[in-house]
């Protein structure tokens, strides 16, 4: 199991999209950041949910379902090691993922940009599990329902467009029709910025929105787990 | 002592019948072949016997265990190579085989491995610069290191040159020379000729025939020819030889039709007779005949 989740954490390494999912919230980043006010409370939550989404419906899937069309769940079904190991590494592995894309971006954000950082560590942990938690569901139902890798990665960028530009984060949910920023605040993506929107403006997210993250996390594995096939 | 015992194993996808009734059992320490065209239920069959799909019937005994109930136990014992698989693109070739060795309790040592199958110097070439010989070398390196008693190799040398099919041949034979019971998947007569000491004959879900390669030539009972030149001496009277069914004669060519071992009988009573001939030859008989007269049609026809 060690060098299970050593092997797979070299191969992550070598993903070229594992950089892409650091490189480009950190891009964004550093590009709308050389214009906002010290002290801002709107451009890390938005960073942060671009890298959260990135990792969920783009990394997680693609993998996930690359790794059942090459029959590599397969393969080890036929060893002394259960292929949901192999699952469980990769869900552990993307989630370091995230925490590291997160977390270069806080530093960054925090440090250079000069952005405002909450201080509020609590809510901010609950939040980042929960949005962290309703995306990888839904990475994970992709992973289940797509045929193949390049299928996954297609319906993950698919998604990713609508689901960022309800979240408001293509632009600021005041410059969107009402009727879609009203619901793009109840989309696992909305949920999740507009509650580390919350942490950063120094309240407490709302109870409302962690649940909604809540019931979509366990909702969409629930139906990600029936859908999973192994082969 | 059998390794392996299947009885009467159905398994069906939907409304396809794939395996209607497939028994046999497997030796310790042999080469068993499982020889069939395209589509005859060949992976189904061994993947059931590895315990990777579940059969809808009969019964199946994997070293004494039961592949759906005790297969956490079988697992340890067992290495398999798939027909339809790959590795992932960036994995090195070394950390492949040690991953694979760290799934097993007593695994081999994975750097003889490498040297035994030609793959020392592609130690850090990842899979997916790998040639189709060397993917292919490494599949079977993957299904050795967990130093198991039986093998299953799924269309061992699919993808491979004349030459690296050969070198895998040798590197087979020594594998069932350590001990090893090896089952052998496969669609190629001259691979099954060379290897197995026992094959059984798929067609169309069920088995048509299992013996020796050599048992299942001699078994058929088609006619052959054997041809030569008259060089000396008077043409002797063969038509009434055991098993010769006709003599034609063209100038000095003589065509002599038969069924079983008539060459023999004729070879002799030419010597006796002192009848010098030149250009003798007798065809040979193959698995391919073999395989039409089991089955009433050509093995290159069903492909
Ligand atoms: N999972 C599946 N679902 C539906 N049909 C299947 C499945 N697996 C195999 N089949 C069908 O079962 C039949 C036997 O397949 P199998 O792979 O066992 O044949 P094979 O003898 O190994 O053939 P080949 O020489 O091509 O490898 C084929 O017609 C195949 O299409
Ligand atoms: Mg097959």
């Known amino acids: 199991m060690t060098k ?24 964004i980043l550093v590009v709308f950041g050389s214009s906002i006010e010290p002290g801002d409370t709107v451009l890390l939550p938005m960073a942060l949910a671009i890298a959260v989404g990135l990792v969920g419906l783009y990394m997680l899937p693609t ?58 560590v609590l809510p901010g942990v609950l939040t980042f599990l929960l ?63 507009q509650s580390l929107r919350d942490v950063w403006a120094g309240g407490a997210p709302s109870p409302l929105l962690l649940g909604v993250m809540a019931a979509y996390a366990v909702v969409i594995s629930i139906a990600a787990a029936r859908f999973f096939r192994w082969e | 002592m ?23 059992s497997v030796e310790e320490g042999e080469i068993f072949g499982i020889l069939g065209p395209n589509g005859t239920g060949k992976t189904t069959t061994v993947e059931c016997v590895e315990g990777l799909r579940r059969p809808d019937g009969g019964s199946i005994k994997v070293l004494g265990l039961d592949p759906v109930k005790d297969g956490r136990k079988l697992r340890e014992q067992i290495g398999v190579q798939l027909q339809h698989t790959q590795l992932p693109e960036n994995i090195k070739v070394w950390e492949a085989l040690d991953l694979y060795a760290s799934f097993y309790a007593n695994p081999r040592n994975w750097r003889e491995l490498l040297e035994e199958w030609g ?55 020594q594998v069932r020379a350590s001990g090893v019971t090896v089952v052998l998947v496969s669609h190629f007569m001259d691979e099954v000729e060379e290897l197995c000491d026992r094959v059984a004959v798929f067609d169309r879900g069920t088995i048509v025939a299992i013996d020796t390669p050599a048992g299942l030539v001699d078994g058929i ?10 060089m000396a001496g008077d043409m002797v009277e063969l038509g009434g030889l055991p098993g010769v069914t006709g003599v034609t004669r063209t100038g000095n060519r003589v065509v002599v039709t038969g069924r ?5 009988a004729v070879t002799a009573e030419l010597a006796r007779h002192h009848v010098l001939v030149s250009d003798l030859r007798i065809d040979k008989r193959t698995l391919d005949d073999a395989f039409v007269a089991l089955t009433g049609r050509s093995f290159d026809s069903t492909h």
């Open chain 1, 131 to 193: 949005g962290t938690a309703a995306m990888f569901a839904v990475g994970l139902l992709i992973a289940a329902l797509a045929p193949n890798g390049r299928a996954a990665n297609g319906i993950g960028v698919l998604l990713y467009f609508p689901m960022a530009y309800l979240a408001g984060l293509m632009q600021p949910t005041d410059q969107m029709p009402d009727i879609l920023a009203r619901i793009g605040e109840y989309t696992p993506l909305g949920a999740f910025r």
């Open chain 2, 119 to 173: 793959l020392a110097d592609k130690r850090n070439a990842r899979f997916g610069k790998l040639s189709g010989g060397q993917k292919q070398r490494l599949f079977i390196a993957l299904a050795l290191v967990g130093n198991p008693r039986v093998a299953f190799l799924d269309e061992l040398t699919a993808g491979l040159d004349p030459q690296a099919r050969r070198t895998t041949w040798e590197l087979i034979k």
């Open chain 2, 260 to 264: 079983g071992d008539f060459a023999t």
């Open chain 1, 63 to 120: 993998t996930m379902a690359t790794y059942r069309e090459r029959g590599i769940l397969r393969r080890l079904s036929t060893t002394p090691v259960r292929p949901g190991n192999l699952l469980v590494v990769q869900l552990i592995l993307q989630l370091v993922l995230a925490l590291t894309a997160c977390g270069l971006l806080l530093a960054v954000g925090g440090t250079v940009l000069g952005a405002h950082l909450p201080t509020g």
């Open chain 2, 221 to 230: 009972d088609a006619e052959h020819q054997m041809r030569f030149t008259l």
């Open chain 1, 4 to 27: 299970l989740a050593v092997v797979e954490l070299k191969l992550l390494t070598r993903e070229p999209g594992a950089i892409f999912s650091l490189l480009i919230p950190l891009f």
């Open chain 2, 2 to 24: 059998a390794v392996i015992e299947v009885t009467d194993l159905r398994k069906r996808y939907a409304d396809l019948t794939v395996l209607d009734g497939v028994s046999f």
